[in-house]
């Protein structure tokens, strides 16, 4: 990691200007890239240069045909496996900047902006927190960036938690973890056991796989 940001710096002083929110909102953004940068990789030669077929569980043809298709627009639910990979990684690094925060007594700001980005670096926004816009007159900085959270729980987050709830109700945390550990060793067998017991034979596949990934498609 080159660089880590933060909206809660600078960082060149001694102390940022919220150093409790920094430490949460740097360990969430740290051990997120550290999960999605651990994840499983395999790389074929075509031609001579090499070309990513598989990240995590999502996978490519070598022709660019991706293996899911994207959400559509406003959608709360997702079989987007980029979405699913994003949603799984940023929910455990999210539990882990909670878990700090409860060993190190943070507690939520009082302050608006202060408590909306606590909720958000330790997973516990609330429904309204994605339904209302927060408007700060004094800064467009600041708006943009409540903005941009509320977005991404919206696309990201809200639509894994949807996943979750609708593939394993009550078994949330357990096909969570089993995401998590396909995602990192780049292995689904477990995963689509685990589903198919639940769902029927072949539920990854037919969850996420778009009908033309094995069509004529693009040419490579």
């Known amino acids: 990691m080159v660089a880590v940001i933060t909206m809660h710096g600078p960082m060149e002083r001694r102390a940022p200007e919220d150093p409790a929110l920094a430490l949460l909102d740097l360990l969430r953004a740290y051990a997120h890239d550290c999960l999605h940068y651990g994840s499983r990789r395999r790389y074929v030669e075509v031609a001579g240069v090499p070309v990513r077929t598989q990240y995590g569980i999502n996978y490519r043809r070598v022709n660019g045909q991706s293996y899911s ?6 959608s709360r639910h997702t079989r987007n496996l980029g979405t699913v990979m994003e949603g799984a990684c940023d929910r455990e690094a999210r539990s882990l900047s909670r878990r700090a925060a409860e060993r190190s007594g943070i507690m939520e700001p ?5 408590g909306l980005v606590f909720r958000d670096a ?3 926004l609330t429904e309204d927190d994605g339904r209302q816009a ?3 007159p004094e800064s467009i900085e600041q708006t943009r960036y409540a903005a941009a959270l509320r977005s991404y ?9 949807h996943f979750l709830g609708e593939f394993a109700p009550g078994e949330e945390d357990d096909c969570h973890a089993r995401l998590l550990a396909a995602i990192i060793s780049g292995d689904t067998t477990g995963l689509g056991a685990w589903l198919d017991d639940r769902h029927g034979p072949g539920t990854f596949a037919g969850l996420f796989r778009t009908p033309g990934y094995f069509g004529p498609g693009m040419s490579a």
């Open 122 to 124: 330790t997973g516990t």
């Open 153 to 161: 729980e919206a696309g990201v987050n809200r639509r894994y938690a």
């Open 69 to 74: 298709v994207p959400d559509q627009r406003g």
């Open 134 to 136: 927060v408007s700060f």
């Open 110 to 114: 009082t302050d608006v902006l202060g």
